[in-house]
């Protein structure tokens, strides 16, 4: 019994819903230190922009009451000097709010560079596996969209929060100066929302999360659909497939106008407030002003500045409060966002670089593991030492796998669907570590191969090589970055596809299109092969391609891998006899156990032999066509 290579709980880069949204802020901040640095001036600034407001209700006030009711002649000269004085101010402030914008422009755009980069590598970093277990979609959606809801929130919402804060404090504390039982009578009126607001924050913050799974999704679903749009079309199911993604659209939707609600509510018991406050502070600043209540309060003898003054700092109030809730509400949606990239980075790499992980949070790259060697040099023979695996959702699907195989041998793997041989070709290319047992290359273990030496000396390449949008020399530059025209057509002629090559229609400069689409299956294959020769590794493993091609086409394939495995140890995953008849050496599977080993001449005439069973059947499928 094995355990499964990683606990199934813990598959998938799941959202930590039970943190905090605080704890949650500091850790996504944390991500990028430096892009904080400098923050105080920003602050500093925040502040004298914030400041600078209080200058329009004081000017009001002392204008009217100082330079024009109160004197006999309005005092000209003092009216000029203060409104002069009120404009130097708002100037200074307007300048400090520009610096203040551009400076958060740039915080919050490096910060989010940052992000993505990091959340990017670390989705690479990630094992097949778990990349397997979410849609790649919504893998997408994470370095993207989720990252967007953090930029607003960096941009504008976390200064303006301490900001608002700020300038609520400071209109409060004009307000108190001017006279503390309007002061009360404001506080009072927004008293119902400032409660409210609490169990407002937690609905949204909730929703929001919800939106982001459903963006995901959404995402993944369009992905999906534009990949096999192919398969689609040839089964005619477009009508399924759009309502299928139609219906994610409305889940998307759906889950916006949840956030919609509690948000609206928020605005309409803000700008009740708003306006009651106003009203109310009109009403009682005349009483008061003119003694009509008969109540003698301190702080209760307002001039007629003093009550034109306070609706203005009604409105400093009031900017704050519902920008404030503004502010809060993008801060659940940076939350729930920063949870999903977090749940990114959280996820650790289950198959790690031995020679120093870069570790996701800081980006840093940690220090090797004790013992991580480069491989020996040369040829490279592989150990199979009681290997076991067994994916994370289903039985074990290799059961103890004892074999040495030398170096420079052909070998092929022979068995039928599904007893494990792209499971063992994951495990040899170190895709996927084994639950228990050991693979060495040239003794050294391959948990201990540091990723430089390892990815130069044992190349993988599957069934169909995928081609990046680029032309085929920029293709085959992926197997020696910096290869020179003149290298890759040496490079050609050795694997005979010289004549191929310059036959394309633009040579090596060909475009491939979209995941190679504009070359032929067969095509594809030779620039993948062409490409893993160019790499020069020590260890092939290969995946047989399973697609016909013309018997003209063929021999050129067999010839081009001829040609990549001499004097290699190489690994093909034989899906015709003809290969493991010409191989040093056969594995044959049977449901993942390694049930016969050796040369074909040894195991075609086994009596009951797996491999001969297939080998008959194989002639008489041949003869027959
Ligand atoms: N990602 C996965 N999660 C769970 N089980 C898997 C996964 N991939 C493969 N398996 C299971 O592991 C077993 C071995 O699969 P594997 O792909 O290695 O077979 P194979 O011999 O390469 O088959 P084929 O010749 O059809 O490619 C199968 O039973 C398969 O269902």
Known sequence: MTAPARDSSRLGVEARTDESALHTIRRGLALTPHALRGLWITLLLAVIATAGKVVVPIAVQAILDRGIIEPEVPDIAFVAGAAGLAAGVLLVTAVCNIVMNRRLFRLAETSLATLRTRAFRHIHDLSLLTQ???????LVSRVTSDVDTVSQFMSFGGIMLVVMSMQLLLATAVMVFYSWPLALVVWLCYLPILLLMGTLQRRVRARFQHVRTQVGRMLGGV?????????????????RTRSTQAARVREVR?????????????FFLSETADGLATAVVVVVGILLGTGALGLDLPGGDLTAGGVIAFVFLVSL?????RMGIEMLMQAQNAVAGWRRVLGVLDTPADVADPGGAIDPHTGERGAPVPGARALPEGPLDIEIDALHYRYPTGPEVLHGLDVTLPARSRIAIVGETGSGKTTLAKLLTRMMDPASGEIRLGGVPLPLVPYSSLRSRVIMVPQEGFLFDTTVAENLRYGRPGASDEEM???LDELGLGAWARELPEGLDTPVGQRGESLSAGERQLVALA??????????????ATSAVDPAADVRLQQAIDGLARGRTTITIAHRLSTAERADGILVLDHGALVEHGTHAELVDLEDGIYAGLHRSWVAHRAQR
């Not at 397997?132 to 919504?138: F, H, S």
């Not at 109030?317 to 409060?321: D, E, G, H, N, T």
């Open 223 to 239: 992905s999906e659909a534009l990949v096999g749009s192919a398969t689609v079309r040839a089964y005619g199911i477009e009508e």
């Open 531 to 544: 490409r893993a020769y160019l790499a020069d590794p020590d260890v092939i493993v290969l995946d047989e």
């Open 317 to 321: 109030f009031s900017q704050p409060v």
């Open 254 to 266: 759906d889950a916006q106008f949840s956030v919609l609600r509690p948000q609206s509510a928020s």
């Open 489 to 491: 057509h040496r490079a």
């Open 132 to 138: 397997g277990t979410e849609q790649r979609g919504a």
